[in-house]
Every structure is written in structure tokens, then in C-alpha cells.
DNA sequence: GCGAACTTACTGTTCATTCAGTTAGTTGTC
DNA sequence: GACAACTAACTGAATGAACAGTAAGTTCGC
């Protein structure tokens, strides 16, 4: 098997390679912007030379695309177990709260563990996506779970889809700006759980009232 | 007063060519971002030559800091009348509902008027603010309005006001990936109309219940 | 006619991409 | 199990395109 890690490490390894190239990559592209991120300083993080990442990705395009394309399965993979979990436990107990927080919570989670994807996802949607194919834009799991547990009570479920990723992304987006101007950190522990809290809130408030 | 239109119009004229500059490259920026925006198309755009922007403004990054200085002057000569109606009414008449929807209503008319603002402070904010001086990150006038509206009833006002501003802007940020995956469109009167009325309703239910 | 507005051709830099060459790793042969 | 033959990984210098900035020159408004 290709990923079998083999027990004398090697000096050539092109899966190794391509993960490093991918991982500078996510970070120069997510940190600076497509055009900012030089391929050569991707190069140098990553520890290979200059013509490495062309010649496995065939150019700084498809690196990019790439490294979009690994968030995006590496999202689905954690948000839809996380998903499919809180809507079980609202449909067995009927508690809405309970899901919510398992939902909200594990989102938020998520967002702060790969703030990258935030990062990225702001500057596609700034782009007008142009680098994501027909792909989900947002978790279609995250929406899902927030049309079940609203049931059909709530009359626009769209607008109610809007305001939970807004709720939760926003803060990580605007954390260099707006949030600094106030002197608070979405990166930290504090505010994290604060905002977690105010979220689920929110949505329990406006869920209540059908 | 140098404003004053002349009535015969000039074919040199500095803040006519000043004007047609900034208009260019406040389009091409916002659309395009700092890097992929070129002085040559902005030129060509606002029917001037290449030189001169750089004759007027001293450079692109000195072009770039005068289109967001133009439009956060905007922004608060705009949305500071707003606000303070918006208090006044409240604290005179005692209705949150109405003083809501004054604020909110102007506040996303606004960000729909001028979408460059929406997009450029999203792109500032994924770019560290690094354009940013120490001015406003984003408006003051709003979040001292909510400050008021919701009074000293509940418990974190700096959520209050992050979540405010995120379910205005949003929409309009994430127009062309997610509200498009879903067939909305943030720039259309019939969603922007919802987009009002929803915030409207989670805001009053946050506050109602202090 | 003088100064400001404006143009145009040019310069230097930065960067993605290319490609000829080098070396590590693998496979087959005896 | 050693050695040759071969493949794929990898390098780094060269190339050319794009672009911001410059400056010498031209034209307009007063």
C-alpha cells in the first residue's frame, strides 16, 4: 500500500513531497492570497526547489485548486458525522438546545482548527468562486442538520441557513479587523466558548418562536 | 468652491480626472483585488493614461488607500444620521421593533448601494487590515446604536454587535459562492426585503428576551 | 508664457514556467 | 547479491511576460 509508512525514511518520497508542497501551499495561499503567494516561496517552506510544485501539480493553478479541493474533502469528512449526530439527537429527544450545541459547537471547533478554509473560502467568495468547480460552497452537512432541527415551523429556512455559517464564520473572517478594533481574539479559548454560546442562544431564541 | 460644476465643461480638469480614477480603480480593486486590479486597466477604464495615476495619487498603494478613505467617509456620513434616528427613536418612544428595522433597513441598503465597501473591507480583513490605518474596522455608528438599542440587559455586547454586523454583511460577502450555490441573490430587491425582515426578527428575539 | 495636467515610451523588477541535467530508488538478470 | 538498465523524483538557471513606476516631452487653461 502507497501510504504504508516504510520504516527506513527516504530521501525521495513523492507523497511526502506533494503533502509538503500542499501544506506550504495551504498556508501561503490562505495567509497572503493567490497572487502574494509566490511559488518559489512555496517552494522554499516546503523545503523542495522551485520547479517541484509545477511539476507534480503542473502549475500554480492546479496547486491551488489542490489545496482547496484536500479542505474541502477534509470538511465534509468532519462535518457530516458531526451533522448526522446532532440531528439524531434531536429527532430521539426532542431537545433542541442539546443539538444546537453539539452542532454549533463542533462547527465552530472546526472553523478555529482550519481557520485556512475560512480564510480561503472568504477570498473565493470575494473571487466569485472561481476556482471552485460545481462543489458544495458551504457545508451542505451544516445546512441540513439546521433545516431538521428547525423543522417546518420557521418560515424561510434559507434565510435561517444564512445566519448560522454567518454567525459562526464571521468572526474567524473579520478577526484581523473588526475584532481586533474591539481587542477581541476568535483564535482564543474564551472567546470561542463565548461565541458558541451566543450562537446557540440565537438560534434557540429564534427556533422558540416558531 | 472648487466642486462648483463650471459651465463650460473643461477638457483638463484635476478632480474630474481625480474623480474618474478613483471611480475606476474603487470597480476594479473590489471586483478584482489589490494585486489582479492593474493600473494600465484602471487607466483604460476611468479614459485616462497609465501615468496618470500615479501622477495624481503617487502610486497604487496610495491609489487603493485614498478609494477606501473615500468610501469609509461615505460610510460614515451615511450611517451615522442613521444611527442616531434610529436611537432617538427608541429612546423617545421606548419600540425596539421600530428602531430596529429603521437601523437595519438603512444599514443594508446601504452595504447594497455600495458593495465595493462589502467587498473591500472583506478582502482588508483576509489581508490583516494592512491597509487599515487606525481608522474605524467597521461602523462605529451601528455598533453604539445596538449598544443603546439593547440597553444594559444582556450579557455580551460585543457579541451582540459582531453578530449584527455579520448577518448584514454576510449575505452580500458570500453572494457569489454561497447564496448562489442556494439560487438566492443578495442584490435583488426580494432578498434583500427577507434579508431585512429575518434580522429584524433574531435581533428583537435576542433583545426580547434580555 | 507659465504652470499644471496629461501622455508616451521606457526601465527595472518580479514571477511562473520551462527544461536540460542530476541523483535516488527500483527492477531485472545472471 | 551485485551490477547494469531504467524510471521517477528533483534541481536550479534561463526565459519571457506582465506590470509598477519614471521621466522627458506635449498641450491646455488661465
Redo the contacts between chains.
Keep these: 500500500m502507497s501510504s504504508a509508512a516504510p520504516r527506513t525514511p527516504r530521501r525521495r518520497d513523492a507523497d511526502v513531497s506533494r503533502g509538503a508542497i500542499l501544506d506550504a501551499a495551504e498556508h501561503l495561499f490562505s495567509q ?2 493567490y ?2 503567494a509566490t511559488l518559489s516561496e512555496i517552494s522554499r517552506l516546503a523545503g523542495v526547489s522551485t520547479g517541484l510544485p509545477t511539476y507534480f501539480f503542473g502549475g500554480k493553478d492546479n496547486l491551488y485548486r489542490a489545496v482547496l479541493g484536500r479542505l474541502i474533502v477534509e470538511r465534509e469528512a468532519r462535518l457530516e458525522p458531526l451533522a448526522e449526530r446532532a440531528v439524531r439527537s434531536f429527532e430521539s429527544t426532542g431537545e433542541r438546545r442539546a443539538a444546537l450545541e453539539l452542532l454549533i459547537s463542533g462547527y465552530v471547533d472546526f472553523l478555529r482548527e482550519r481557520l485556512a478554509l475560512v ?1 480561503l ?9 472561481r476556482h ?1 468547480g460545481a462543489g ?3 457545508s451542505a452537512a451544516v445546512a441540513d442538520a439546521i433545516e431538521r432541527i428547525a423543522g417546518t415551523s420557521s418560515g ?1 429556512v ?6 448560522t ?3 459562526c ?3 474567524f ?10 481587542g ?1 481574539d476568535a483564535m482564543s479559548e474564551d472567546f470561542a466558548a ?2 458558541k454560546r ?1 450562537v446557540v ?2 438560534l434557540e ?2 427556533l ?2 416558531g
Design positions: 497572503f492570497g497572487e502574494r480564510r473560502m472568504g477570498r473565493e467568495a470575494l473571487d466569485g468562486g471552485l458544495p460552497r458551504h424561510d434559507d434565510q435561517l441557513v444564512i445566519t455559517v454567518a454567525l464564520f464571521f468572526p473572517e473579520h478577526n484581523d479587523t473588526m475584532l481586533a478594533a474591539m477581541r463565548a461565541r451566543h442562544d440565537v431564541r429564534v422558540g418562536a
